[in-house]
């Protein structure tokens, strides 16, 4: 999964801008399609094909060596059938959390590449590094630093967990309730409208580089 979301933030700062800088924007923009449908399109990418995508090759890796762990008995696959609840529980949790609560940094990921004249990874990682500076500078706190950490680990706290291995334990947490309640899932969301919004009107007006 860690795979998928680096894939992910590459493809998103390189979506945009490099239609422009091979110039085959031109081309695009004379197809009937609009550039809302050509940014949704490209958001949907790694906010879910991507981490199905890893979800896929992990599922289909794992029964493998389920397969050979088992010796290719029945009475052994049935004493394993956990496998596929625990695999149900790491779709959902990719649908959540790879999905919805990655939105807007895919959409300001997105919205950076439809912007940058050039090198769009450091303007895409360069505002936020300012800002933690200016922060801890001007006022020594780490707010900002604790929004990002928030928003890359996940809305349970328990997700610190996956670091130490127990990945069961912190999508158990993730119940769908505890999940769609959280109120930093419906910021998240509403700022990655904002971005996105943002990006199709970058696009409208930007010219190849």
Same mark, same amino acid.
Do not use: C
């Given at each position: 999964?860690g795979?998928?979301?680096?894939v992910?933030?590459?493809?998103?700062?390189?979506?945009?801008?490099?239609?422009?800088?091979?110039?085959?924007?031109?081309?695009?923009?004379?197809?009937?399609?609009?550039?809302?449908? %050509? /940014?949704l399109?490209?958001?949907?990418? &790694? @906010?879910?094909?991507?981490p +199905?995508l890893?979800f #896929?090759? *992990?599922?289909?890796?794992?029964?493998?060596m389920l397969?050979?762990?088992?010796?290719?008995?029945?009475?052994?696959?049935?004493?394993?059938?956990?496998f596929?609840?625990?695999?149900?529980?790491?779709?959902y949790?990719?649908? %959540? /959390?790879?999905?919805?609560?990655?939105a &807007? @940094?895919y959409?300001?990921? +997105?919205?950076?590449? #439809?912007? *940058?004249?050039?090198?769009?990874?450091?303007?895409a990682f360069?505002?936020?590094?300012?800002?933690?500076?200016?922060?801890?500078?001007?006022?020594?706190?780490?707010?900002?630093?604790g929004?990002?950490?928030?928003?890359?680990?996940?809305?349970?706290?328990?997700?610190?967990?996956?670091r130490?291995?127990?990945?069961?334990?912190?999508?158990?947490?993730?119940?769908?309730?505890q999940?769609?309640?959280?109120?930093?899932?419906?910021?998240?969301?509403?700022?990655?409208?904002?971005?996105?919004?943002?990006?199709?009107?970058?696009?409208?007006?930007?010219?190849?580089?």
């Open positions: 999964m795979t998928g979301f680096i992910g933030i590459f493809y998103s700062l390189d979506a945009l801008y490099g239609e422009r800088r091979d110039r085959s924007i031109l081309f695009r923009k004379s197809l009937p399609v609009s550039d809302l449908t %050509t /940014v399109s490209k958001f949907t990418i &790694p @906010l879910i094909i991507l +199905l890893s #896929a090759i *992990a599922v289909v890796t794992q029964f493998v397969l050979l762990s088992s010796g290719l008995s029945a009475g052994t696959l049935g004493a394993r059938m956990s596929f609840h625990l695999s149900l529980m790491l779709l949790h990719i649908l %959540t /959390v790879h999905g919805l609560w990655y &807007p @940094l959409g300001w990921l +997105l919205l950076v590449s #439809a912007w *940058a004249p050039r090198a769009p990874f450091i303007w360069l505002p936020p590094f300012v800002i933690w500076g200016v922060e801890k500078i001007a006022f020594r706190t780490s707010h900002f630093v929004m990002l950490q928030y928003r890359l680990t996940g809305p349970d706290p328990s997700a610190t967990t996956a130490s291995g127990n990945l069961m334990e912190m999508m158990s947490a993730l119940t769908p309730v999940f769609f309640s959280t109120p930093g899932l419906w910021v998240g969301l509403a700022v990655a409208v904002i971005l996105l919004a943002t990006a199709v009107r970058l696009r409208r007006y930007r010219e190849p580089i």
